[in-house]
């Protein structure tokens, strides 16, 4: 599969721990002209519920590894993510990648917090998650292009978002997303620091 880079295309990029209400985030993603891009689980859920998904693996040319501890840590994701988009030198920089623009990133955190006190160390440790903050801190910091979105209670606020700008969301709403992603990631640094001090 061969992605061919248009400045006409829109994408989100969708990884979740927590599958709820996805069929109402892809669906209305899609009528807005979003193309969603997943790994692993996520991308086999959207597809169970009846949607395109183009797997990451596509985008980086590189196959998920170590039971999923690898899938969207790759210097073609974060040029998507952290390039600034009117600055030509990055821009063509970027294009010459051929690798989907991405608008949106949406990812909520594996539970850590679920975990930590009642279950055995290896698994509180693969609950402690890398990637997803990882996408998420890219995104938030180039919040004057991209969308974050690290809570399903904000996937209303996000369309309501979509449909008032037109298929876009608008500065303030980007700003005000990135905030909450490094609030929340603050809080979920806590309580791994607090596990491993115990």
Known sequence: MVIRKSLKNKYALVSVYNKKNLRYLCSNLIKHNYKLISSGSTGKKIRSIGFKCIDISKVTKFKEMFDGRIKTLNPLIYA???????????RNQFLSLNVPEIDIVIVNLYPFEKYYKQSEEEKIIEMIDIGGPSLLRAASKNFKYITPIIDISDYEKLIKNLKKFDGKTNIGFRKKMAGKVFKKISSYDKLIFKWFNE
């Open 80 to 90: 998507s993510l952290l390039h600034i988009r009117n600055n030509k030198k990055h």
